[in-house]
């Protein structure tokens, strides 16, 4: 039986003394706090040992400020797979070009769209920040690229386009930039279900040659999985990126290390709640593996996690 402890915060500075906080959080037993705290721990070991990291998260949060959180993971070589959907390369690419804006939940949809504004959650998206820029700015690209490869994967068609970025002012503010500059491979298995998916589409009508291979994709996730002594994962709500995610670490008896943060509810049977636990019965974790959830919005969690987990990579 381990005492629970109060949080003392009379002698804490937030910058100096992070890790005396967190380590305070788990600590004091709940709720939320003491499973964010094992979250770090966990994230820590992931990097500390020999073990293929993996990353998965929504489109959405890329919207937000947290794209720079997500970002760094790639910059600082935290993660060695990206499994995410196409709105992470819409809404990644399109921001180097044109801003995003502050919203709010409870503005009058009917009139953003008679202005021309998309609403994601509190984000704002003018017409001219995502599918006409994007049109404008891919069209060339996805030309170029086709000049000289006719078939390629989501990972190569990525990594394809952070190379044609290397001229653009706001480059190093690009997941895709970094994908690229780090050989870090981004696997998109939906890759249709966006604004780059469309403009691909758009392209084949007039170059029927042109062919995503998915094969590849999953011949290249079965080459990681398959050669790694370890894997672990940084999951980010749900969908098909967290399921990929299991998906391919089942066939290796299961993740060991996996730390999940998500909002969606266990109630419904859906993915997107299902705690990591569930996935031991899938074969998905390890039955001896290190893993949390935590309930909680990314956008919150996430900075601070990162912050911390960044510090002890530092100084220890």
């Known amino acids: 039986m381990k005492p629970i402890k109060d949080i003392e915060l009379k002698d804490i500075e937030l910058g100096e003394d992070i890790d005396e906080l967190i380590e305070q959080m788990y600590n004091s037993g709940g709720f939320t706090a003491k499973k964010f705290a094992l979250g770090i721990d966990i994230l820590e070991r992931m990097n500390r040992e020999e073990c293929t990291k993996f990353l998965s998260f929504p489109a959405c949060i890329i919207a937000t400020g947290v794209r720079g959180v997500i970002r760094e ?3 600082k070589k935290l993660v060695d797979v990206v499994i995410t959907t196409t709105g992470t390369l819409d809404h990644d690419l399109a921001r180097i070009w044109r801003d ?28 001219e920040s995502y599918g ?37 002012k706001n480059k190093e503010s690009s997941i895709v930039y970094w994908s690229w500059k780090n050989r870090i491979p981004v696997f998109i298995p939906g890759i249709m279900d966006g604004a780059v998916g469309s403009q691909l589409w758009f392209f084949w009508q007039g170059h029927r040659d ?15 999985v398959f050669n790694s ?9 749900g969908g098909i990126s967290k399921h990929h995610t299991l998906w391919w670490n089942q066939f290796r008896d299961g993740l060991d290390y996996t ?38 919005d990314a956008t919150l969690i996430l900075p601070f996690m990162s912050a911390a987990l960044l510090r002890r990579l530092r100084l220890r």
């Open 73 to 75: 993971f790639l910059r």
């Open 100 to 127: 995003y804006y502050h919203g709010s939940f409870e503005m009058d949809d009917r009139e953003l769209h008679k202005k021309g504004i998309s609403r994601l959650g509190s984000i704002l998206i003018p017409n």
């Open 132 to 168: 006409i820029i994007l049109e404008r700015k891919l069209q060339p690209v996805i030309r170029a690229i086709h000049s000289r490869r006719k078939e390629l994967s989501t990972h190569e068609l990525i990594w394809e386009i952070g190379k044609r970025l290397e001229k653009e």
């Open 210 to 224: 042109l062919k995503i291979d998915l094969f590849l994709d999953e011949q290249r996730l079965s080459d990681i």
């Open 229 to 237: 002594k370890k894997t672990g994962a940084l999951i980010i709500g």
């Open 259 to 296: 730390v999940c943060i998500t909002t969606a509810n266990e109630f419904d049977g859906s993915l997107s709640g299902a705690r990591t636990k569930e996935a031991i019965s899938w074969g998905q974790i390890g039955e001896r593996a290190k893993h949390v959830t935590i309930d909680g």
